[in-house]
């Protein structure tokens, strides 16, 4: 069922959050912020229901679908996506259970999204372009961002207001222009095709993702697809280009993937989509403006398809902002909370960036400047070797932030360290005695979860007792609305009250072989206290001790 706009004719006026932009970057914030009960509109000026395209970005990475997960948006796209395990980076995975990456064309991803949208109650407007924007700074107003929009369907003029606008509208973002953010970087003049349908071809295990070495057409790209399609991507040379003066049709980009493909040979009996494009790699100077712009996705960063990075850099972004706004509009968080966005998120683009620039050189038979190597090797082994020395961020799963208001050094031992992922073990649950990932059990609800490791609760029993006495007299910290409570016990008992001698801090969940507290760094005598992100990293950590937590917490929440 396709989304529709909310009824009525004339859309409300004004909103917490709008978002500029209805592709998968913009859809995602959008489902978010409505799930976090914050009021969202989603502007996408094309009308995708009536016409969607194939194509464009295909690749969801371990960490993303982690993130997709915890947000209950995997399960759609595990059901219609392929999966794709034989990446050599990807070889040795281990501590997910996303030990591949999903291949799923963007025109399937965002009719799940957009059907997400309308389960939690956000607004979409299909073919409603923002052609103007305004931010009043000077009186006091609980809506600032005044919106100027045209319905193309009925060629009318529409205002919104709202208190937050989100450009996620690609790379030539009207926000990030309108804003005056500049976009530093450049666009190269190397070339690539990407070509999507049904082929026939006589390559081995041509259901697997693959690449060929040519000489003529650079590192060609081989994707098997879902539902049955291939993408093949290859470098559109000048050479190749000098055959062409009239310019590429979709008969060019056949005949070149086809001779791309040698030795081999293919025949397309569809052909879905096809572009041509330029490499562009740019970033926006800065993700935020005037306190109530924010940019994600291509409007905040462009770079190319080499290392499939787009869509899951920009997924990356949204769940990044979508907590830390949602807190903030609620007035259950302090400003530096979101303003930790724009510096976490560029950072991680800046690394990509740096990758993605060698990988595209590399793949177009080019060296990049610092290779002081031998000029006859083969760029391929250079690529190899770069792919697999940035297989950690290529993943996501190594992806980390450095310290801030919400990254505070730990004061006992743990790991990993703030700002990185935290490990996915299981736990056992209470009764049925059934296991489940603890990925699982920390869903994505736009709070703050504070785990209590009880260790062995004989030896921890003083300061878990220390711990609820405090708690019982500051049920401001317990019941806050930003903050859920779990307890993990080493002990398996028939009840979770047994286990740890007294009633557990929020849900209670059995360690019994101390895999979880191995794999967090929790010595098992003391226990400790590990406070994750909404977004699954690891905030701060410290010994069983309810001042310490408040501590934590009153410099990021409001009491």
């Known amino acids: 069922m396709s989304p529709t706009k909310l009824p009525g004719e004339t859309p409300p006026a004004e909103y917490d959050v709008i978002v500029v932009g209805g592709g998968p970057v913009g859809l995602v914030l959008g489902y978010q912020l409505a799930r976090f009960n914050i009021s969202v509109c989603v502007l996408e000026k094309h009308d995708k229901e009536s016409g969607g395209s194939y194509g464009r970005a295909i690749t969801l990475f371990p960490r993303t679908c982690e993130l997709l997960e915890q947000l209950d948006l995997i399960q759609p796209m595990l059901q219609q996506g392929y999966p794709g395990r034989v990446w050599t980076f990807m070889e040795n995975i281990t501590g997910t259970a996303f030990d591949f990456a999903l291949v799923l064309r963007q025109m399937y991803t965002e009719t799940i999204l957009r059907e997400k949208l309308q389960t939690v109650g956000a607004a979409y407007y299909p073919a409603t372009e923002c052609v103007d924007f305004d931010i009043d700074s000077v009186t006091e107003n609980d809506h600032p961002v005044t919106v100027t929009c045209i319905d193309h369907k009925t060629q009318s003029n529409i205002t919104l207001k709202g208190k937050y606008l989100v450009g996620a509208d690609g790379g030539r973002s009207f926000v990030r222009k309108q804003a005056n953010i500049p976009f530093d970087g450049d666009t190269s003049e190397d070339q690539w095709i990407r070509i999507d349908g049904i082929v026939e071809t006589d390559m081995p295990i041509s259901r697997a993702y693959g690449a060929i070495e040519s000489k003529t057409h650079g590192n060609v790209l081989w994707a098997p697809l879902d539902h049955g399609a291939t993408r093949i991507g290859y470098a559109y040379t000048p050479e190749i280009a000098a055959r062409y003066p009239d310019g590429v049709t979709q008969e060019v980009a056949e005949r070149e993937a086809i001779r791309a493909m040698a030795p081999f040979h293919v025949r397309f009996t569809e052909v879905h989509w096809w572009t041509l494009y330029k490499i562009s790699q740019r970033m926006a100077r800065t993700f935020s403006s005037d306190k109530h712009i924010f940019l994600c996705g291509d409007a905040a960063h462009t770079h190319s398809s ?212 191995l794999e967090y760094g929790v010595d098992m005598e003391q226990g400790a206290v590990v406070v994750v992100r909404p977004d699954g990293l690891v905030a701060f950590g410290c010994e069983i001790s309810g001042p310490s937590i408040r501590n934590y917490f009153e410099d990021i929440l409001k009491f």
């Open 306 to 517: 080499g290392a499939a990075q787009g869509l899951n850099t920009g997924i990356h972004d949204a769940v990044n902002l979508a907590w830390k706004l949602a807190l903030q509009i609620r007035g259950l968080s302090r400003p530096a909370v979101v303003e930790t966005y724009s510096a976490e998120r560029k950072e991680a683009v800046e690394t990509l960036i740096k990758y993605d620039k060698d990988i595209a050189l590399l793949m177009t038979h080019k060296w990049p400047s610092w290779y002081q190597g031998d000029p006859t090797a083969d760029p391929y082994m250079v690529l190899g070797e770069i792919f697999d020395k940035a297989a950690s961020f290529n993943t996501g799963l190594g992806i980390s932030y450095a310290e801030n208001a919400i990254n505070q050094p730990a004061s006992v031992q743990i790991s990993p360290a703030s700002g990185s992922r935290v490990p996915d073990v299981e736990v056992v649950m209470p009764g049925v005695l059934a296991r489940i990932r603890l990925h699982q059990v920390l869903r994505n609800v736009g709070a703050l979860q504070v785990l209590v490791f009880t260790g062995h609760s004989d030896q921890s029993q003083s300061a878990l007792l220390d711990l609820r006495g405090y708690l019982d007299e500051n049920s401001d910290l317990y019941c806050h609305k930003a903050i859920r409570w779990f307890t993990i016990t080493p002990a398996i008992q028939c009840s979770a009250y047994e286990a740890v001698g007294m009633d557990p801090f929020g849900d209670a969940y059995f360690d019994p072989d101390g895999r979880a507290h």
